[in-house]
Every structure is written in C-alpha cells, then in structure tokens.
C-alpha cells in the first residue's frame, strides 16, 4: 500500500546461478523475496524464491506462486484479484493488500522479472503496464465522497458553516493516505478555501458556535498535519495568521479556549532596538516569532505518528530564519548603529540591555547557517567590531548585560577561538592587563555570584578552549601557541592565580566554604590541563612563583573534592617524570602535605586513600629514583606500619637495591650482562638454571655474585635482581646501620620536614591502635569486609599465590597490587621449600 512505512529491502544481487529449484536451474529474472508487514509496522521475510503466474483451478483465476529455492515448497499462493490495488516501487517491487490488515510485497533480483510479473498482473486486471498503481486506493464507503478520485483533482464540499462537520471527517479520512493527502492539498490551494475557512471562523466567533469553532480547530490541525509549504505561505500570510491561531484556541479537547491571540498582541511587544527600514524584513521577524509561537505554545505535541508530518513546519521556521539574519548582515547601516549605541557611554542601561539581548538573538539565528554562510557572518562582526564592543560590556556594573555579553563571547569562542586569541594579542600592546578581554572574563569566573557557579564553570570551558594547543594554528611565518602562551602566561596567568594564592598564605585555607571550594577546584583543574599541555610555560611558572607548595595546602581542606583536586594537580606533575619538577619538590618538602593527609585519613577506605597510594605506586613502578631515596629518607617512619597494601614496602626496597648498586659496581655490571641476555634464555634450560640456584655451594659464591632464578614471564630489571637484593641485605644491613640510614637528613643536607609528629612513637602507635580496631568500616574484622576470614573476598595463600586484598595492617586498600603479592609470596614460598642445609649456608652468610 502507498502509505507503507517503508519498502522492503531488495534481494541481494548475485552472480552467477540462483540456485536449483526441483533438481533444475532456474531464472534469475524470477528470483524473490516474500515480505509480510506485520503488527509494528516493520517488514518481515518469509523466504527467498522463485515467482511464476499460472491458472490455479482451485482459486478459479490467474495465481501469483512462489517456490521455495531451497526445497521447492509453496511460499505463496495468491489470486490476481481485478479490484486489488497492486504497486510497483523502485522498478523492483510489487506491493499489495491481501486484506484489509495482511500486507504483502515481492522483492525481484532482477527489474527484468518484476517488469514480466508486473504485465501479467495489468492484463488481468485489464490496465496499461505504464501505470505504477493498478488501482485507485479509496474504500467503498468513501467512493461517494471522492466523486471521481481518479480525475487530476478532488472536489471538496462547498465552505458553509452547516457542512463543517463533512470537511472535518474529509481532512481526517485523507491524512493516512499520501494519494488523499496529495489531492486534498491541491484542491485546498487551487480554491483559496483556507480564506473561506477563516471567513466562517469569524462568523462562528460571532454567532458563539462553539461546535463549528471545534469543527475549525480539526481542520486547521489537519491542514497543519498536511505538510505543505504552499499552504504554509497562505496560513502564515499577515492577513491569515491571527486567524489561524484563533482556530486553534477552541481545542475540543479543553473545556476552556486559550487566549493566544490576547497574548500575542497585548503582551508580546515587539521591540525596535534600532529602528529597521527595510518592511519586509520587519514583516519577516514577525511571522517567524509568531510561526515559532504556533509550534512551540498551540499546536499540540505531536504524537510519534505525527512527528513528521511537522517536518516543514520545521524548515519553515529554519529558513526563515537564514533569510532574516541573511538581510540584517547586509544592512550595514543597521549594524553600525548597533555597534555604536552598545559601546557609547551616554546609552542608558535598559538601551543597552535591549542591544545586547538582541546580539545574542542575532548570534543565536546564525547557529542555522551553513558553514560558509556562518564564515562570513561572524566576518562581518569582527570587522564591525564585536570584541572591542563585548570589552566594554563586560567592564559595566549591570549582572545582566554582563551574562548576554558572555554568552554572545561563548558563540565567537566555539566558532574561532584564533580570532579571540589574535584580538586579545593585539590589545595588550595597547592597553593595561586590567582591561584585557580575557582578564575581565576571568574576573567574571572568580566574581560569579552564583552558589553553584554556573556562570563560572562555562567560562572556564571558555579558557579552557582559548589556552588549548590543539585548536592553535601553526603557520610558515608564526606558531600561535608559542605567542599567545607567552602573552597568556605573561597577562593573564597572575589573574587566574590570585584566589589561589590569596587563600593558602597560611598552613590550611584561610577560607573553606563551599563556594570558595568550588572556584578553586575550578581554577586548579585548568592549572592541570595547563600542566599537561603547555610544558615549559607552566613550569617556569609554577617553579618560579611556587604554586605546588601553595596548592598543596588545600589538601587540608574540609571538603575532600578541593583535597583531591590538589593531589591530581600534584599527581599530573609526578606523571610527567621531570627532574627540575622533582628537585622542585624535594627541595620544598612537597611530600610533607601528602604523608599528613593520608595519616590525617586513618583507617578510611576511601577516595582518598586510594589516591595517595596510588601516586606512591607510580613512583615504585616507575622507578623514580630521586623521588624514591626522599620518601624513604624523611617519610619511612610515618608510613613502615602500612602494610595493607606492598607499595610502601616496595619503594624501600627499590631505595635499598639503589644504596646497594651505589656501593657495589659489581651488581649494575651484573645488571647489564642479565639485561643482554634475558630474553635469550631457551625455556628447556629453566629447570636446571632453577636447580643450579638451589644447589650452588656457599663457596661457589663470591662476594655479591649470584645466579639468578629464571622467572615464567619477563620482569624489570629491578625484579630480577630481588634474589641478590635479599641475600645482600641479609648479609649487609646490621638493625644499627638501617636505623642510621632512616634518621639522617635529605641527600642535599637541607633542612629536615617539619613535621617530626609523623615520626614520634605516639603516632605510630596510634595507628597500630587504630588499625586494630575491629569494629571500623572495611577493617579486616569487621563482618562482610572484602578481606575478613571466611568472608568471599578472602582467599587463602594455600590455594593461591595471588592474595586479591593483602589484610596484614588494619585498612583494607581500596588500591592493591597483586603483582607485587606474587612475587612476594613466590619469595617466601621458595625460602620455605629451601632445604634444611641450604637455607643454614645462606643465613649462615
């Protein structure tokens, strides 16, 4: 049927045969796919075949019937009915209706087969194979209605009030039917009976018929729901449209009328900011206001089926708009009025409100515009002066100037943030840094009155676009990201800086509410893009004016969100691995806020504390030696009882294996001769290398040499040299030498951490008390913790190597390392298989 969702997709093309059909080859011209529109709409296949026509004596007439290809069965057999309405779609589809709900298509291979089937059908029914319908498609009871429905036109009842009833159901019946809908436009264009309608309209109004205003609204909606742009251009016309807004108050469905045209004309004003010369334009900004009114405020929402058929209204509205923006861009007269009003000082505020309202309508139009139609509308503002205008703008008092002017900055921005950062270069050559665009817009971030910071949060994105070198261009001549960084960093940085600074003079934030914490969370998010995007620019700056330092006090903040923004701008800075960063911390004691705050977390399993490790365990894996030496060195004390998870363990044992290749070269000779070879080992030789290990006299060994087990998959350097690691130091460290080690000052001999607390024995046994205690949140003992006995996250070390959650201390981290648990427990698992004798030789050493 023409109203069909869609047609059925066509079978796939092959070359070569078909397939056999009854032992035979068969024609490819006749294959077939059987579709059947089921309940949803959608169209479902029955099988792939082969058609042939033929007189079936059961069915008394010529029969359509398709054989399986597959095995010859009967997919369908259907009688040629003369008054059955067949289609041909697409040169390859026949469509029709078996009954009233049974739809049916084939889908032919070939145009050649469909073109063959097609003229049996016509001569059945006695109709010239050139048609694409074989049938008109109306009902019987409908054929009255429709006088002749296959003349070109359509008649329609006279326009008079006492038959209002009889268009309404005609409106309604032709709306399913695109043949219907086709003629009924037509008809409805043809006899200016839209006029006629809106004439009985007022008469109904008068005379207080509120059946035939009921009447008027369904077929005004049905006209609506027609879909025609030339009836658009009838019912949206200055002498129509109230009209047509007046039908659609009286919806039936509502016991009360709307008052749409009470709105539209008393309350709606419309407003002349600059006075516009040209009436069609003027006459143009009205309809569209008023066409956006119909669909957005009196139309109903369209129901699913409904959806499209507003699909012209749509475009209506859309180009309408094109075209409005299209003739203000080339009135120039217009728009430097506009321009010169905004930026004069003897503009009153409510004036210049009204301007800057309307700008932001005017950027907001553009938004329909094509690319290259967009270029030159925003050209055309640059060269009119938009920047230097939204300058002043944003340098007044009135809040709400202020807003339109930022969201009018936020369309120039997403459209070619290069024209902004080439406008803001040129200014600072002439102006103070005060009055610089980009400072008053940051002014405004800090300034945001907002308890949620909306305003704030969209011009950070703002920045965040401006300062991002992915979008800077490079050219033969200049790089943008070279100029304007250093302009940025050189103007703006101080400016984006100053809450943060002004807040973390002391040892903890000298404001903490909630608004504070939200801006400065705000700011340090940009600092850590920076960090990731700008390299020698942010590191100068923050080494110079020792914003890490400053950063990190927030880690003593209330509010863990601002704390943990501070630890992953801290975090970004680690992941960079660069030595003037880590000499810069080292040498301010930068680890002292961390170690303190995630002492001051105590036995929480949290955000936080997973953090923090996290950061430790990226220093170990890494195996950042600088960073390694100054945690152990000044912060070992504090964190030695964490053993919940092996992090800090491991970084004292990467500190040790260092001490140990510092004092004895032999070790990185050995380190570099394994490095050669490891990967060449045959795997047939693990087993008598492994042996070899076991079975090495004490007096094969010299000094600081060792063979070396093999291990199931490759390892770092550092884990191939755990077994010498732990021979040496069962050898070397004496528990008065490590004590020595741990108490000395930092490798340069500056001052030690300030905070000698951590170190006391008051601390740590406080924390062994608090890891104790039973009854914490996820603590081992706890009932249904991840790592209690018993419990299902627990596993056994005699069924696996791999212990999922180490409960050693009293935490349970929410960051652990399995690896470093199997290799630990390979370790001990091997020491504890040693036999009697060998483990007598290497603790006798």
Request: proline letters at 4%; hydrophobic letters at 35%; one cysteine or more.
């Amino acid at each position: 049927a023409p109203d069909q969702p869609s047609a059925p997709p066509a079978v796939a093309s092959q070359s070569g045969g078909c397939g056999v059909a009854g032992g035979r080859m068969t024609d490819t011209r006749r294959r077939v796919k059987v579709y059947t529109l089921n309940e949803d709409r959608q169209w479902d296949d029955r099988g792939t075949g082969h058609v042939s026509s033929c007189y079936v004596e059961r069915l008394k007439g010529m029969s359509l019937l398709v054989r399986a290809e597959s095995d010859g069965s009967l997919l369908l057999e259907s009688k040629i009915n003369p008054n059955t309405a067949y289609q041909k779609q697409q040169d390859t589809l026949i469509v029709w209706s078996e009954a009233e709900n049974y739809d049916l298509a084939l889908s032919f291979q070939e145009k050649a087969g469909c073109d063959e089937i097609w003229e049996k059908i016509c001569q059945v029914q006695g109709k010239d194979p050139s048609v694409d319908i074989t049938q008109d498609l109306v009902d019987e009871s409908e054929e009255e209605r429709f006088d002749d429905m296959s003349s070109p036109g359509l008649e329609l009842p006279s326009c008079e009030l006492s038959r209002l009833e009889e268009i309404a159901e005609l409106v309604a019946s032709s709306l399913p039917s695109p043949l219907r809908r086709e003629k009924l436009a037509l008809a409805l264009e043809n006899e200016g009976y839209i006029k006629k309608l809106l004439e009985i309209f007022h008469v109904c109004e008068d005379l207080e018929n509120i059946e035939g205003l009921h009447h008027l609204y369904e077929i005004i909606k049905g006209i609506f729901l027609l879909n025609r742009t030339a009836l658009f251009e009838v019912m949206f016309s200055e002498e129509c449209i109230m009209d047509v807004i007046g039908c659609l108050e009286y919806d039936p469905s509502l016991s009360q009328s709307r008052k749409h045209r009470e709105f539209l004309t008393k309350t709606a004003k419309f407003k002349e900011v600059i006075p516009i010369s040209d009436p069609e334009l003027k006459q143009k900004i009205h309809q569209t206001y008023r066409v956006q009114y119909i669909q957005d405020m009196v139309l109903p929402t369209p129901s699913v089926f409904e959806e499209n058929m507003l699909s012209t209204l749509h475009s209506f509205i859309f180009f309408n708009k094109v075209e409005i923006v299209g003739m203000l861009q080339e009135d120039e007269k217009f728009l430097t009025d506009l321009f010169a009003q905004l930026t004069d000082e003897a503009t009153d505020e409510e004036k210049r409100q009204e301007l800057v309202n309307f700008l932001k309508e005017f950027c907001a139009f553009s938004q329909t515009l094509q690319p290259q139609n967009r270029d030159a509308f925003f050209k055309t503002l640059s060269n009119m002066g938009i920047l230097p205008a939204l300058e002043v703008i944003l340098g007044m008092d009135d809040a709400q100037v202020r807003s339109a002017a930022t969201d009018i900055f936020s369309y120039l921005v997403e459209y070619n943030p290069s024209m902004v950062r080439e406008f803001v270069m040129q200014e600072a050559q002439q102006n103070d840094d005060d009055i610089l665009l980009i400072n008053l817009i940051i002014e405004h971030m800090i300034c945001d009155t907002d308890p949620e910071l909306g305003g704030a949060v969209l011009l950070m994105g703002l920045l965040r676009t401006l300062v991002d070198p992915e979008n800077m261009l490079a050219t033969a001549n200049k790089t943008e990201k070279t100029e304007f960084l250093g302009f940025f960093y050189k103007h703006c940085m101080h400016v984006l800086t100053a809450p943060l600074l002004a807040n973390t003079t002391e040892d903890k934030p000298s404001k903490d509410d909630f608004q504070t914490a939200q801006l400065l969370a705000l700011i340090l998010e940009l600092l850590t893009f920076c960090v990731e995007h700008h390299t020698y620019h942010i590191k100068n700056y923050i080494i110079n004016k020792d914003i890490l330092r400053r950063v990190l006090v927030l880690m003593a903040s209330k509010h863990a969100f601002l704390a943990l923004c501070a630890l992953r701008f801290k975090r970004k800075i680690i992941g960079l691995k660069d030595e003037f960063y880590n000499r810069y911390i080292m040498k301010s004691f930068l680890f002292e806020p961390v170690v303190k705050a995630f002492l001051n977390n105590g036995s929480r399993y949290n955000l936080m504390n997973s953090a923090i490790i996290e950061m430790f365990e990226f220093i170990r894996v890494e195996d950042i030696k600088s960073l390694t030496a100054h945690v152990i060195e000044n912060y070992w004390k504090a964190l030695e009882d964490v053993d919940y998870v092996q992090t800090f363990k491991g970084l004292k044992l990467r500190f040790e294996q260092q001490r140990e290749r510092q004092d004895n070269p032999k070790l990185d000779s050995m380190r570099s001769i394994l490095r050669n070879h490891r990967y060449r080992r045959d795997a047939r030789t693990l087993e008598d290398e492994e042996e070899m290990w076991f079975n090495t006299d004490e007096d094969d060994m010299e000094d600081g040499e060792a063979v070396v087990p093999p291990s199931d998959k490759p390892k770092n350097d550092e884990d191939i040299m755990d077994p010498i690691s732990k021979f040496m130091e069962r050898k070397k460290l004496k528990e008065s030498e490590e004590k020595e080690v741990l108490l000395k000052t930092n490798l340069s001999g500056r001052q030690s951490p300030s905070f000698k607390l951590s170190f006391s024995s008051g601390t740590k046994s406080n924390l062994t008390s608090q890891s104790s205690a039973s009854n914490l949140p996820g603590s081992p003992g706890s009932p249904g913790s991840p790592g209690s006995p018993g419990s299902p996250g627990s596993v056994s070390k005699s069924t696996s190597q791999m212990a999922a959650i180490t409960t050693k201390g009293g935490l349970v981290g929410l960051v652990d390392y399995p690896d470093d648990d199997e290799e630990d427990d390979e370790d001990e698992d091997k020491e504890e298989t040693l036999p009697l004798s060998k483990k007598a030789k290497l603790e006798s050493s």
